[in-house]
């Protein structure tokens, strides 16, 4: 039976559909995005290349978009719509534990917000690996769902104001 590492996501909570509002930050916090100064973002090369996946994110999956975002330092804040979209055979798997599952045969369900982070933090270390430029992520990462506008317009605002209030942060250590 394949073992897997226990998931940290909500079981109640599907990811394949939905609006989360995700942070992900580089390993030990290290400023490997760029730095900001008066107020102002100026990125690295990483972090452009952070900058084009999340803007061209329907590239890696139709059923993804990304209406907003923030690249800041150590880590990147965003808001990623999933639309839900069958998978092709039209059977989704639910269980990681083959032994749980209708068929034990079948593959382990993957959940789109899974599968793109995943995609993403391999891009950007490939991306990294090629310029040989140091760099790593933090292991996991932080997702809500976005409940209502409410919950949505404060995140948006949040996400807005991230590079003026850096100062504020509790990512930045300095």
Partial sequence: MEQYRKTPRARF???DSGDYFI???TKDRKHYFGE???SEMIRSAIGDY???QLENCSEF???ISIPMFVVMPNHIHFIVSLTGEVAANGYEQRSPNAAL???PRSQRHVPALSKYITSLKGAVTKYAKSLNLEFGWQSRYHDHL???SKDGNRISEYIINNVAKWHQDCFNAE
């Fill in 23 to 25: 942070t992900i930050c």
């Fill in 36 to 38: 900001i100064k008066d």
């Fill in 146 to 148: 976005i409940r209502g």
């Fill in 50 to 52: 952070v900058n084009a």
């Fill in 61 to 63: 999956c139709r059923s």
């Fill in 13 to 15: 909570l599907d990811y």
């Fill in 101 to 103: 599952r209708a068929n």
